[in-house]
């Protein structure tokens, strides 16, 4: 009805050229799952995983990228009630309570995964210069790690995110901006993503030709180096901070205004079941939520557990979010 | 025919005044307005956009003199295509200056305040050159001629006479740039950094990144007092400034052998500024880390950049849906400016308040446009967020005061006494409207035509907000492969800037032809 009424309207506009097209009510067999950008869309254990899902039921699943999670959830909340898909994939926990305020998901997500944000260490750099990686937050202010680490902006990056939350976590309202403009006064240097930050200015990454041995990534990146390195290596070129952690929670759930309900709640049973779960580590670095699963070798012997991360509850955190950047970019790039 | 007037005013109305409303609604809640003008960034982005688009509009004045003055003086060969090609800049789309500036700059310059300013004199020396250009032309050479006899040394020419002369046109030429620049939103978020957003990007990064619409529609409201204060002060300043001469015509070939190597300098110059963003972006669309390749362009079609990790982006996909919007915004502001243009010309009282009406969305900008539209029709059965021709709606809306604009002094131009003709003749009212006004149209609406499908292929603002995931269209999916790391993304963004500047260009040329066409038989 809705479409009809929207073509009609629009028809006596532009007559002719318009062909009121089927937004694929009708094809319950297709559910479109949105995720961010580093979501693989072909081709990965993750990919085959989903195909045995449309074997055994007949829907096909529609991978659509709706770049890093950040853009994608306040695009989520501006199409709230006519979502741009049926399922949403890697809401993380900073942004979640924002994402359930603004009505985005039909009934609670379900947890999918966890990870952590940490700081890493190109472990030649540190072997070189006969000079200890640093562990905690603290250590990233001393004189000897100066100009050495490259942060993402909290703005504009999930990681520089979570990092920035550690920091809060750590040394609480009144204490982390000065924390900050110690780091600032320290040579810290911002980009605005992940993938800048580490696939171009740390040194420790495969093929880089960056020259700041220290950056925040996860604490799942040695493992992602060992396995996508050309040619193969059998240790891992780069160690993890333990004590700068941020626990990060991804989500996933119904898309409230999804046409196709039923077929996308099973989707979203699928993704938290075995077959599924088993793929993540390897595709896309973080840990299942699935209890039965046995990680994989590489990933048990390269990947950091950090015993104690910093977190925070997600009230907090989207009460403060807005202000803490803002806050930040004064303190770091204002 | 005033009932034809009742389609462009219903189409105003649903997508331009609704919108409109529920923006101010959203801002007259006290505490958005108080949350959002506190907070700190808000203060650095309106400080940023004003100095940037007083030294963009001071510097484009200043480097756009020496052309603006040969242009308009001198005849040499030569010169019409020169001319085309400093115009062009302006028609251009505002991600593909930015990816050409991206191209050309070091990587130091990427996100600085200079490399902003420097695109954006690039983009509007255009305005300086066709507006005081076209004053310039007509300025009676005896007033001159009189001062030097009188002993006026060339300084003192320019000063007393000439600038008095011209002020109206650099009032009008200043106030345009300084709108334009002021409401700068794709050259400034690819060029501008995290630390340089002026108001229009700190919108789309609240509605968008943050998802703090209450803050987005305040500051859309803050730019809009702004931008009519500026416009009021110079309506103000172009009236007092108002003179009459009789207009001369002075355009003669250069003379002594200082004369053509001036011309020849400043137009080499000119040109050459013009050119190498451009040329240097089409070339790096041919660079990848390990040298010059084919390759960015081989996989245009194909967005892997790691096994299983797709780009997010389609680029060839994206042409398609550009051209796609491009061809219903077309027809949609031909349509509807068509009919609104007429509605002005005959209807000639009340014409003016639908002819102010339809300038409105011209005054706001399209990132206030795309937001509103986005925020407005998202409920019952007028929830058109996910409907593939809002986009295209959203264009059209930035065109049509374009349209109005291109085809109302051809139907000015009709007088009365032509109907009058007419129907004395013996031919009724209808068929005396018909062949005297509609039949003259098609020249003008091909042009206007041509206009709208450029505006529309660039189009940047208002689809951030009305792009659907996965429907990409050109200038989002540059700005998206730009936002990608890696030195083939980049060159893939360069690539497709370049198709839609050819895009572009191609289109405006037409248009152009149209109208010098139009011109002479003027």
Request: aromatic residues 10%; contains cysteine.
């Amino acid at each position: 009805m809705k479409r009809w009424i929207s073509c009609i309207a629009f028809t006596a506009s532009a007559v002719g050229l318009v062909a009121c097209s089927d937004d694929g009510a009708t094809t319950p067999a297709t559910v479109t799952l949105v995720a961010y950008d580093s979501f693989p869309t072909e081709k990965t254990p993750l990919n085959d995983a989903l195909a045995t899902f449309t074997d055994d039921t007949g829907i096909t699943v529609k991978i659509v990228t709706a770049g890093d999670a950040g853009a994608m959830v306040s695009k989520a909340a501006l199409t709230a009630g006519n979502p741009e898909g049926d399922v949403m994939w890697g809401v993380d926990n900073t942004l979640l309570s924002s994402a359930v305020d603004a009505k985005i998901f039909d009934g609670e997500p379900t947890q999918v995964d966890f990870g952590d944000v940490c700081v890493n260490y190109d472990i030649e750099y540190f072997t070189q210069h006969q000079l200890q990686p640093p562990t905690t937050l603290d250590d990233l202010t001393q004189p000897e790690y100066k100009d050495l680490l490259v942060v993402e902006n909290p703005a504009t990056s999930s990681p520089g995110l979570a990092f920035m939350l550690a920091t809060i976590d750590k040394y609480g309202d009144a204490g982390w901006t000065q924390y900050w403009g110690t780091l600032r006064s320290n040579g810290v240097e911002v980009v605005d993503s992940w993938e800048t930050a580490y696939y171009e200015r740390f040194s420790g990454s495969g093929g880089s030709s960056g020259d700041k041995p220290l950056v925040v990534s996860y604490a799942s990146s040695p493992p992602a180096e060992v396995v996508f390195a050309d040619p193969p290596i059998d240790t891992a070129p780069t160690g993890v901070a333990t004590n700068t952690c941020f626990r990060q929670k991804e989500y996933a759930g119904v898309l409230r205004g999804s046409r196709h309900h039923e077929a996308a709640q099973q989707l979203v049973t699928f993704l938290t079941g075995e077959t599924f779960q088993r793929t993540l580590p390897l595709t896309l670095f973080v840990y299942p939520v699935n209890g039965k699963i046995t990680l994989p070798e590489v990933f048990t012997k390269f990947a950091a557990v950090p015993t104690n991360p910093y977190s925070m509850d997600p009230v907090r955190i989207a009460e403060n979010r807005e202000s803490w950047q803002e806050q930040w970019t004064q303190t770091v790039i204002g | 025919m005033p009932a034809l007037g009742a389609l462009p005013i219903a189409g105003l109305a649903v997508f331009y005044a609704w919108p409109f409303a529920t923006l101010l609604g959203r801002v007259l809640r006290p505490s958005s307005i108080g949350d959002t003008l506190h907070s700190p960034g808000i203060g650095r982005a309106i400080w940023f956009t004003c100095w940037q688009a007083l030294v963009s509009t001071v510097l484009t004045m200043a480097v756009g003199f020496a052309p603006a003055y040969v242009l308009a003086r001198y005849r040499f060969r030569g010169r019409r295509a020169a001319l085309a090609i400093v115009t062009v800049p302006f028609m251009l789309p505002t991600v593909v200056v930015g990816a050409a500036f991206l191209a050309l700059l070091p990587d130091g310059w990427h996100g600085t305040a200079a490399a902003v300013v420097l695109a954006h004199v690039f983009f509007n020396v255009a305005v300086m050159v066709r507006l005081v250009g076209a004053m310039w032309a007509v300025l009676p050479t005896d007033l001159t001629a009189v001062a030097r006899t009188l002993g006026a040394s060339p300084g003192q020419v320019l000063r007393h006479v000439v600038l008095p002369l011209l002020r109206p046109a650099l009032y009008a030429a200043a106030s345009v740039v300084f709108i334009f620049t002021f409401t700068s939103f794709g050259v400034v978020k690819l060029l501008g950094g995290a630390k340089h957003s002026t108001i229009e990007v700190e919108i789309a990064r609240r509605a968008t990144q943050l998802g703090d619409i209450d803050g987005a529609a305040v500051l859309s409201v803050v730019q809009l007092i702004v931008l009519a204060v500026v416009v009021w002060w110079s309506a103000r300043w172009q009236r007092r400034a108002q003179h009459t001469f009789t207009a001369g015509h002075s355009t003669r070939r250069p003379r002594s052998r200082s004369e053509r190597r001036g011309v020849a300098l400043v137009m080499a110059i000119t040109v050459a500024a013009m050119v190498a963003p451009i040329a240097v972006m089409t070339a790096r669309s041919f660079r990848t880390s390990s040298g010059w390749s084919l390759t960015p362009w081989r996989t245009l079609g194909a967005n892997e950049v790691r096994p299983g990790i797709s780009l997010g982006v389609d680029p060839l996909g994206s042409l398609a849906v550009s051209l796609r919007y491009a061809a219903l915004a077309t027809v949609i502001s031909v349509v509807f400016g068509g009919l609104a243009a007429l509605t002005i010309a005959s209807a000639r009282r009340h014409g003016r308040l639908l002819d102010a009406g339809l300038l409105l969305p011209l005054g706001t900008s399209a990132v206030t446009i795309g937001l509103g539209m986005l925020i407005t029709f998202d409920t019952g059965p007028f929830d058109w967020r996910a409907a593939w021709w809002l986009p295209p709606v959203g264009h059209a809306l930035v065109a049509i005061p374009f349209v109005v604009r291109s085809l109302l002094p051809t139907l000015s131009s009709i007088g009365a006494d032509q109907r009058l003709a007419a129907v004395t003749l013996g031919a009724s009212p209808l068929r005396a409207w018909w062949e005297v006004e509609v039949r003259r149209l098609p020249a003008p609406l091909l042009s206007a035509a041509g206009f709208a499908a450029a505006i529309s292929l660039g189009e940047f603002g208002a689809t951030t907000f009305l792009t659907r995931s996965g429907r990409d269209s050109m200038p989002i999916a540059i700005d998206r492969l730009l936002g990608r790391t890696g030195a083939v993304p980049h060159a893939q963004a360069f690539a497709l800037a370049t198709v839609l500047f050819v895009l572009t260009a191609a289109v405006v040329a037409v248009a152009d032809r149209q109208e010098a066409d139009d011109a002479r038989r003027a």
